[in-house]
């Protein structure tokens, strides 16, 4: 009878390691690259957010827009070489979208060379109906958005129509936004000219290209603090099966050499201002990262 129960115990224990093994490996998809696993997907994903549909008494009722830069591009090639299947996190756009526009600020969408903005489908809450609406809404400007390099050219140096600019995350956020030029003057003019800056979990991945032409001693961040997705917990993805690999590159630590010290350990709800520039550290953040957002334009436009 013992020896019975220990190979019951034993069985069940294999058929743990079983199951584990195979909901913590990425899910391949038809391109070839991998979304999370899963089990990434459940511990990560949930089906709701804790929007709160904020009601601002002093809502603004100018012209001033919010200018969003999304990423175009869908695949990160990890440093194993296996692609990982990205983009921007919704929740990282839609939650912000919904307070700023709460807050009586127009979004328009913008992505550097004006293909379609790519979104992690994977990452949508499926049940909270705040996101789909907003997403139904703004599907039209996701698969039509501005070009920035046209709005660099021709529209930036001459307009006053805006207030901030805004660059969710998602992994996507690390791919072509650094290193873009056009991004590197939109995000210079912004500064210069006193706008609010807004970046959450990945986004600040995109302040790099502001220190493309210049060092560490002149670089516009220098001495800032934020609140960013953590290289800590990136390393902790293939763990998971949330990514396939590792991530080619840490660009928090990337932020570090330039003089901007990240204030969060963890991929949580930490939000921070530091002047001009509003971060949040995860999609946990969205909502405190809008509403912050929103209260602060409010402010600026009512001086």
Same mark, same amino acid.
Request: net charge positive; hydrophobic share 40%.
């Given at each position: 009878?013992?020896?019975?129960?220990?190979?019951?115990?034993?069985?069940?224990?294999?058929?743990?390691?079983?199951?584990?093994?195979?909901?913590?490996?990425?899910? &391949? *998809? !038809?391109? /070839?690259?991998?979304?999370?696993?899963?089990?990434?997907?459940?511990?990560?994903?949930?089906?709701? *957010?804790?929007?709160?549909?904020?009601?601002? &008494?002093?809502?603004?009722? /100018?012209?001033?827009?919010?200018?969003?830069?999304?990423? !175009?591009?869908?695949?990160?090639?990890?440093?194993?070489?296996?692609?990982?299947? *990205?983009?921007?996190?919704?929740? !990282?756009?839609?939650?912000?979208?919904?307070?700023?526009?709460?807050? /009586?600020?127009?979004? &328009?969408?913008?992505?550097p060379n004006g293909k379609p903005v790519v979104i992690e489908q994977w990452a949508m809450p499926k049940d909270d109906e705040y996101v789909k609406a907003i997403y139904a809404e703004f599907k039209k400007k996701f698969e039509n958005p501005g070009n920035l390099s046209e709005f660099v050219t021709n529209t930036m140096n001459e307009s006053s129509d805006y207030v901030a600019i805004f660059i969710p995350g998602g992994h996507g956020a690390m791919l072509g936004l650094p290193e873009n030029k056009d991004v590197s003057k939109l995000i210079k003019w912004s500064h210069n000219n006193d706008l609010f800056t807004l970046a959450i979990c990945h986004g600040p991945a995109a302040l790099l290209a502001a220190g493309l032409d210049s060092n560490k001693d002149n670089y516009i961040y220098k001495g800032y603090e934020i609140a960013s997705f953590p290289d800590a917990v990136d390393e902790q993805g293939p763990i998971i099966g949330y990514t396939p690999g590792h991530v080619p590159y840490k660009y928090g630590e990337k932020l570090n050499n330039l003089g901007v010290t990240i204030i969060n350990q963890e991929a949580d709800n930490t939000v921070h201002k530091d002047r001009k520039l509003i971060t949040g550290a995860s999609p946990l953040a969205a909502n405190a990262f809008g509403k912050l957002a929103a209260t602060e334009l409010i402010k600026q436009m009512n001086k």
């Open positions: 009878m013992k020896k019975k129960i220990i190979l019951t115990l034993v069985s069940l224990i294999l058929l743990a390691f079983i199951v584990l093994y195979f909901t913590s490996r990425p899910t &391949e *998809t !038809e391109d /070839g690259s991998y979304i999370p696993s899963p089990l990434a997907l459940k511990l990560a994903i949930p089906p709701t *957010t804790d929007f709160v549909n904020t009601v601002y &008494e002093n809502k603004y009722t /100018g012209n001033k827009k919010v200018l969003m830069v999304c990423t !175009e591009q869908k695949n990160m090639t990890m440093a194993n070489g296996k692609k990982f299947s *990205t983009g921007n996190h919704p929740v !990282e756009i839609l939650l912000p979208v919904l307070h700023l526009k709460n807050a /009586g600020f127009d979004v &328009e969408v913008v992505t």
